[in-house]
């Protein structure tokens, strides 16, 4: 790499690189980055299409999330402290769970709270 260094007072103060290899390093600093954002999303979840679409048809999202994580009535009722009948109810829509219930079965499920919501 051909580079001029550019003093002020004694010390470097700017370096000039020809515009060929500026354009060469800028374009391996953008391949760098885009190395970096897809090894980002590569640590996101996703969800399959079913998944979504069971959520948009209106399905109760505990039991979709309960399903996913290939979870029992009985082993996510067992996990959060509570009933298989209870957990039954709540994702029939016949009970509205509690606060700290909804935060019991989302850490359960590794979701947010809002994602079981109804």
């Known amino acids: 790499m051909?580079?001029?260094?550019?003093?002020?007072?004694?010390?470097?103060?700017?370096?000039?690189?020809?515009?060929?290899?500026?354009?060469?390093?800028?374009?391996?600093?953008?391949?760098?980055?885009?190395?970096?954002?897809?090894?980002?999303v590569l640590n996101e979840e996703t969800f399959p299409a079913e998944f979504a679409d069971r959520l948009l048809n209106g399905e109760?999202?505990?039991k979709v999330w309960?399903?996913?994580r290939a979870k029992t009535l009985q082993t996510l009722a067992d996990e959060c402290g509570v009933t298989r009948q209870m957990l039954s109810m709540v994702e029939g829509g016949k009970a509205k769970p509690s606060s700290d219930l909804l935060a019991r079965l989302a850490a359960a499920l590794g979701c947010e709270m809002d994602d079981i919501h109804t």
């Open 2 to 40: 051909t580079v001029q260094i550019i003093e002020s007072n004694g010390k470097p103060a700017f370096a000039v690189v020809p515009m060929r290899e500026w354009e060469a390093l800028l374009s391996k600093l953008e391949n760098l980055q885009d190395i970096a954002d897809a090894k980002a």
């Open 66 to 68: 309960r399903e996913y």
């Open 60 to 62: 109760s999202p505990l």
